[in-house]
DNA sequence: TGATAATTTGACCGGTTGGTAAACATTACA
DNA sequence: TGTAATGTTTACCAACCGGTCAAATTATCA
């Protein structure tokens, strides 16, 4: 038989679960550098080390791969937000949550920039996504950080553009990164600028959000 | 003759302008929607509502179009950077770069998606540009605003990822425009977002800029 | 107006790319 | 062990894509 393709069978075998994760690790590390119509199934499988038709033999095309690739990778990109603690102090959740956002810029840029390159180009491949479970996270999350500036424990401020400019600045360091590099030049090239970047950013907000008068 | 391509005449025709003008706004459409490889010259061409063969008298390859497309926008797109003025007032200077660079972003989203585009894939055509008159640039202007630190004008704070701040916050609105809309949903879905923002972001840093005790 | 240069186009080419077909190899399991 | 299901590979195809060429059309100007 030729065509079960890892859906008729009730239980994945493990050469299916070894060989899909080698691909989507494969498709990570291509697909984030070069965007989805920059990337090639070649490439995916040379860097996985398999045959192309083997590949396809997993996922049916390239679309299902990149599919399967974002299903697996949003939900621990949007871990960090769904930790913001309405119960905590607010300004340490918030330095906390940049602390985070920071860290997963500096450990995991790939996945970082599979968003980027996907959202850049207009989202055609997760706009339900982003219109559906993203847009709830955050309205749920923006509603918290209202409720604390209305108690008078934070500035008041559109939470909404709060979040905005805490994505933006610490997925800046991923997404951006050969810039980054190229302005500092090589003194900075090690990992200290992530330390830097998150003293200043850290600082940029609490201040920021500090009650005034 | 066949060749001239228009090199080898001193002067250019009314026509070569008129045309590399067109070819060049429908490469900035389709660059800044689908990056370098996403593109292809046919997609130009129709833009252009020109022959395939008729972009390529014009350019000699789909790199000399895009070459030709960032020598055109670079400028432009560092003018507000250049206009900071170390005479002026400092927090003032600031927070009217933060304008700019957020009007940039309105009125000119597919500049900064070309660019954003091209960083985020490694930089593969303007490695150059980056490492030369761009960290020039901002080496100067961060010299500037260490400048006003050291003379207790601003708070002490790093001036290189100052700028990255920035950059990252002014220009998610640009590079980012889907999610954006997609989070803040139907309700804001006119230019709003764009003032909503200018408030947040000359609060946010010009509070955080603020001299201390 | 006529000749020359500049511009435009349709037909085409070779390489790449996503994907398929079928033969072959390996694994799981009764 | 035998056999059916699963996994892998070679050869291949059709569409696409960057770019060329030569012929045809249009603009320029003496």
Sequence with gaps: MVLPRAAKTQRRTRIQE???ERILEAALEVFSAHGFRGSTI???????????????????????????LIDRV???WLDPLRELDSEGNPVAE???????????ARDFPR??????????????????????????????????IRAWAK??????????????AIWSTTQHYADFDVQVRAVLGQEHAGEGRFDD??????RLFVDGLQVRE
């Design 197 to 202: 970047a998150a003293r200043f950013l850290e």
């Design 151 to 164: 108690a008078g424990k934070i500035a008041k401020c559109d939470p909404y553009h709060l979040i905005f």
């Design 94 to 104: 918030i330095r906390s949550y940049i602390r985070r956002k920071l860290e997963l």
């Design 18 to 20: 070894e060989k899909e």
């Design 42 to 68: 070649d490439q995916i499988a040379e860097v996985a080390g398999m045959s192309k038709p083997n590949l396809l033999y997993y996922f049916r095309t390239k679309e299902a791969m990149h599919r399967a």
């Design 74 to 76: 949003l939900d621990t």
């Design 111 to 144: 996945e970082s920039r599979l968003f980027a390159n996907e959202i850049l180009q207009g989202a055609p491949h997760i706009e339900d996504e982003l219109k559906g479970p993203l847009k709830q996270l955050v309205d749920e999350k923006a509603e918290v």
